[in-house]
Antibody
Framework: QLQLQESGPGLVKPSETLSLTCSVSGGSISSSSYYWDWIRQPPGKGLEWIGNIYNSGSTYYNPSLKSRVTISADTSKNQFSLKLSSVTAADTAVYYC?????????????????WGQGTMVTVSS | QSVLTQPPSASGTPGQRVTISCSGSSSNIGSNTVNWYQQLPGTAPKLLIYSNNQRPSGVPDRFSGSKSGTSASLAISGLQSEDEADYYCAVWDVSLNVWVFGGGTKLTVL
């Protein structure tokens, strides 16, 4: 069964770059049936979609974060990664990686059906 | 301020039926299917309902979803103590070109 696991530093200094990796087991990120997403949740607040990668290289980002976000994939390691530059305290959150199926191809489609456990990232000096 | 509007809280007693609403607009709920997620304390969200009213394998039929126009609802019947969680609606917004989530509803089982 497919599992996702986030990893990366739990503390990042303001103005630096946040880097996280999502390791996928039990399935391939090269599958054209799925998108691989990053979603975050500030403490005590709701969920915010960051962006995704599909077909191992095509990306789509939340317009509000687009200038600071890069999502990439390493198919040899079956991992995908998030980089968020110029971070501030507002970027403090639990970061989740998740999978969502392409509508009309995967079931369930067009929904985040599998999530990682999440990793807390604090931005502080 | 979330694009999708949910009541911040809801409550019910064991065995009762509870509904949680999610209000949006023509560019999100009016244009696409709605998903619902359950987030138990300290855990990652879990897909509860997809495509407005479909349950993934393993989700009890006590949970049901519906959509009408620019609003959607999640209903939980036969409320149980383990249903105490935060519930989020989500949909793709075709104007903003982003997945949008409701602000979440905290369900308390009295």
């Amino acid at each position: 069964q497919l599992q996702l696991q986030e990893s990366g530093p739990g503390l990042v200094k303001p103005s630096e770059t946040l880097s996280l990796t999502c390791s996928v087991s039990g399935g391939s990120i090269s599958s054209s049936s799925y998108y691989w997403d990053w979603i975050r949740q500030p403490p005590g607040k709701g969920l915010e979609w960051i962006g995704n990668i599909y077909n191992s290289g095509s990306t789509y980002y939340n317009p509000s974060l687009k200038s600071r976000v890069t999502i990439s994939a390493d198919t040899s390691k079956n991992q995908f990664s998030l980089k968020l530059s110029s971070v501030t305290a507002a970027d403090t959150a639990v970061y989740y990686c998740a999978r969502h199926g392409r509508a009309g191809i995967a079931v369930p489609g067009n929904a985040f059906d599998i999530w990682g456990q999440g990793t807390m990232v604090t931005v502080s000096s | 301020q979330s694009v999708l509007t949910q009541p911040p809280s809801a409550s019910g007693t064991p065995g009762q039926r509870v509904t949680i609403s999610c209000s949006g607009s023509s560019s999100n709920i009016g244009s696409n299917t709605v998903n619902w997620y359950q987030q138990l304390p300290g855990t990652a969200p879990k897909l509860l309902i997809y495509s407005n009213n479909q349950r993934p394998s393993g989700v009890p039929d006590r949970f049901s979803g519906s959509k009408s126009g620019t609003s959607a609802s999640l209903a939980i019947s036969g409320l149980q103590s383990e249903d105490e969680a935060d519930y989020y609606c989500a949909v793709w917004d075709v104007s903003l070109n982003v997945w949008v989530f409701g602000g979440g509803t905290k369900l308390t089982v009295l």
